[in-house]
């Protein structure tokens, strides 16, 4: 039996392209004591793991080649040598881009049958706590508040504005495209959307927070940055998450002018989190997003490639702004 | 009698220049009903006086010419229409550049003759309650930690450094040359200081900054602020006071870069804020302060000027970095 994986090839340079990964295959790992083997249902795929194959200035740490692609997966024990874990159970752990994967029973996460596996890399992983605790804690919503989200259909923001509605605010959506503006409104509650390719972005952005805004949870940094600050209301909070403008380039751009001139002026609380932090809540986060699902408020969506050798493509895509909703590859079922 | 006044006589393009400004004279003013006519004895310059020089970026509003130029003043009362003060009482006013201005009562602020009446324009004016709010409300000190100050030896710059030694922290100071870094050692208790005009600033900043820096108080914004978000520790604060390196031209400089990646990488909170949002606080931070002065604990300077025709060169002055402490021009004994 063998290992099907999908190694980095060699760095992106300038965007990211299918040609930058290599799939091979290798023997079965052996699990060793207290470790269990893992067979990968499916991965996820989110923007921020672009920042990995950049260089030192992320969390992920510095970029190698020739290594299984990062990623997080649901994945069937085949073989535990552990205690804490028997064949057939359901876990999350860190995959990568592969069939099978070692893992010590400690560093996995044992997750329950009873909902469908791409909620537990999408709602219940982490883009759902990304956009619950970076939309809860750092921004502390209050009802008729007006919350603005850039990659407002990506896997973290179309979380982010269903729970701003559920907080009783306004949510605003910036998006790709104006079939993605639709998309927006028409499913998943944003009261308004807008494109930021249209010439008139920033025209529309004015006109789609008539009440300026309260709230910026940016995923892109960049230019919608650069236009979100103008539309800040005084003492408003801008929650930094995600800067996927700048992932997909060897040489990121500055940073927006205003800062920090209309920090000041408007009195604005900028600051950026990592869902890491707030690890020792998890569990009570799990079960608010778990009952929003169940109650039907909350509607996560999940959007699927099929087959490992589709990653690359689905990376890609993704970076392009392709995606609603979780991207999700589905290797086994 | 005439008034002596200094007016805007054009808006700068590019630097200020002494050439913007024009003395001229006009007849006393009259106080009305309720008003009071006041003799300026010193007016303070701020730096942050120059955004209101180039244009709606500012809280101050848009620039104009032929006004007289804006500023506090500490004036003494001559007639008083007012119940509420009389002859010779001290007041704290918008006297802007002239010798005499007339007010309503409910429009100054008395204050005593107790104290060099230059501390009313410096540490207990609006440049103590800024570094006084900015640095306790927003850093939130904790003995210990590491305070990097910008316009070190500036009108507030000076004051934080003292203030943040007060609360038991490592106060590091950045200020234009080395005689001025000598300068923050020797006389304002700073434990450390770095020219942001030597080649070697980055390097020396990271010196200067053994345990990165906890809590940094921006009067600048620009370059500095750019380099001092790579010194940034996880969890910290940079406190958006004033962005003098971007007063004195009509083409301000973008964003520095790291934001907003850094910002979430390190979990920085960044934010802005005006002192007048804490005039409810004002008598006890004022109590706090007049408490340190007595005490020997804060040392203010002030940095002045003799004669109203001085103003415009005392501005320029500033701009280029040329204070030690809060900038007065001294307009009558």
Chains 1, 2 share one sequence.
């Not at 039996?1 to 990964?21: A, W």
């Not at 060793?32 to 950049?54: D, H, K, N, S």
């Not at 973290?156 to 079939?179: F, Y």
Request: charged share 20%; with cysteine; net charge negative.
């Amino acid at each position: 039996m063998e290992n099907r994986q999908i190694l980095i090839d060699s760095l992106p340079e300038g965007k990211l392209e299918e040609s930058n990964y290599r799939l091979t295959a290798a023997p079965l790992p052996e699990p060793g004591p207290g470790e269990i083997l893992c067979r990968t249902l499916a991965v996820t795929i989110g923007a921020g793991t672009r920042a990995g194959l950049q260089g030192s200035a992320s969390y992920a740490g510095a970029p190698k080649t020739g290594i299984v692609m990062n990623g997080n997966g649901v994945a069937r024990v085949i073989t535990s040598n552990s205690d804490e874990l028997e064949e057939g159970n359901l876990v999350v752990c860190p995959s990568g881009w592969q069939d099978y994967s070692v893992h010590k029973a400690s560093q996995v996460m044992q997750v329950g049958d009873d909902i469908d596996i791409g909620h537990h890399l999408g709602a219940l992983g982490t883009n759902g706590l990304t956009a619950y605790f970076g939309l809860l804690k750092l921004g502390e919503p209050q009802p008729g508040q007006t919350v603005l989200v850039s990659a407002a259909a990506g896997s973290v923001g179309h979380l982010v504005g269903q729970m701003a509605k559920i907080k009783g605010c306004r949510a605003v959506g910036v998006t790709s495209s104006p079939e993605k503006c639709q998309l927006l409104q028409a499913r998943l509650g944003y009261d308004a959307a807008v494109s930021y390719r249209s010439e008139d972005f920033r025209t529309d952005l004015k006109e789609a927070c008539p009440d300026g805004v309260d709230i910026y949870f940016d995923n892109t940094g960049g230019d919608i940055l650069g236009a979100a600050l103008f539309r800040m209301n005084e003492h408003s909070r801008i929650v930094c998450c995600g800067v996927v403008s700048q992932y997909d380039t060897s040489n990121p751009a500055g940073g927006p002018r205003g800062i920090p001139g209309l920090l000041i002026n408007k009195r604005i609380q900028m600051a950026g989190f990592l869902v890491f932090d707030y690890i020792d809540q998890y569990d009570a986060a799990r079960s608010e997003i778990r009952a929003w699902i169940q109650s039907g408020e909350l509607n996560p969506l999940n959007d699927e490639y099929e087959g490992l050798e589709s990653a690359p493509a689905a990376f890609v895509d993704l970076l392009a702004g392709g995606n609603v909703g979780t991207r999700i590859v589905r290797v086994a079922d």
